[in-house]
T-cell receptor, first 109, second 116 residues
């Protein structure tokens, strides 16, 4: 079966750096997405990786290794507003999106 | 208004009621989606419409009935639901349903459904 694994919950300190990992086993690969979802709000798009390597976008970066079935989302200079759930999703060979259950990130002062 | 708007934001219904969820997008997108989001579970795709035609139905029970009258509006009609159907129902849209590029989803804030 197809599967996306990410930690259920993580805690980090304001101003620090946190890395949220995502591993996947899917039928083929056509891109990996990260979305951010604040409580009670819509998921919003953060990043898209289709080739190996690091994509940087301000304080957020996303890394992909297709050979390892692995991605991470790196958040730098954490702010209280970064407290949210982070959803990893992979598009498989049929262009279906397979979702992880999300990682709830708690930022403490 | 911009983006994807869902109404109502909260809905409580009995198992014998009939209600509808509404979704509207003002992005000029051609594809619209219904997802179910339950606590600590992955998003479950329910329905996909492309250019107002249903292109995917992921074995959803018939007590959920979608309707897409035009490319900007999507409804989810609910009838004789079960308590386990209580969840957040998310609507999303994308440029197309398709097979190239990032095809990023834009989500609405969801309709929180409680079935008593």
């Amino acid at each position: 079966g197809q599967n996306i694994d990410q930690p259920t919950e993580m805690t980090a300190t304001e101003g620090a750096i946190v890395q949220i990992n995502c591993t996947y086993q899917t039928s083929g690969f056509n891109g990996l997405f990260w979305y951010q979802q604040h409580a009670g709000e819509a998921p919003t798009f953060l990043s898209y990786n289709v080739l190996d390597g690091l994509e940087e976008k301000g304080r957020f970066s996303s890394f992909l290794s297709r050979s390892k079935g692995y991605s991470y989302l790196l958040l730098k200079e954490l702010q209280m507003k970064d407290s949210a759930s982070y959803l990893c999703a992979v598009r498989d060979s049929n262009y279906q999106l397979i979702w992880g259950a999300g990682t709830k990130l708690i930022i403490k002062p | 208004e911009t983006g994807v708007t869902q109404t109502p934001r909260h809905l409580v219904m009995g198992m014998t009621n009939k209600k509808s969820l509404k979704c509207e997008q003002h992005l000029g997108h051609n594809a619209m989606y219904w997802y179910k989001q339950s606590a600590k579970k992955p998003l479950e795709l329910m329905f996909v419409y492309s250019l107002e035609e249903r292109v995917e139905n992921n074995s959803v029970p018939s007590r959920f009935s979608p309707e897409c009258p035009n490319s900007s509006h999507l409804f989810l009609h609910l009838h004789t639901l079960q308590p386990e159907d209580s969840a957040l129902y998310l609507c999303a849209s994308s440029q197309d349903a398709g097979l190239s590029g990032a095809n990023v989803l834009t989500f609405g804030a969801g309709s929180r459904l409680t079935v008593l």
